[in-house]
């Protein structure tokens, strides 16, 4: 297993997010960003949530080995209010398939 390194936004409550970090161990990327996604808790709900190879490749802004987005952070990302799936719970960003669609 490969320890990675998180960070994870909450949904605004009401101005500001607060922000998580942490290491989670896992044997990929996508693997650590389904743990975190799973384990979140915040009475808020999760923004957005990026995983790192370590905690310097985050804070020196590395790109990112994996990020989900909830639908609220990809229309401020955006800055459109129309063309979704208002049931889209988010999305995967990363190589290959969306991890929590896999079978």
Do not use: C
Not at 51 to 68: C, E, N, V
Not at 82 to 102: A, F
């Amino acid at each position: 297993m490969t320890e990675f390194y998180f960070r994870a936004n909450s949904n605004a409550a009401p101005f500001f997010s607060d922000t998580t970090q942490g290491f989670v161990s896992a044997y990929s990327a996508e693997e650590a960003l389904l743990k975190v996604i799973g384990e979140y808790s915040h009475p808020m709900g999760l923004f957005a949530v990026s995983i790192y190879s370590s905690a310097d490749a985050g804070i020196k802004g590395l790109p990112a080995l994996a990020t989900w987005r909830s639908e609220a952070a990809i229309k401020q990302a955006l800055q459109l209010v129309g063309d979704y799936d208002d049931d889209d719970p988010g999305e995967y960003i990363g190589g290959g398939m969306d991890p929590r669609t896999e079978s």
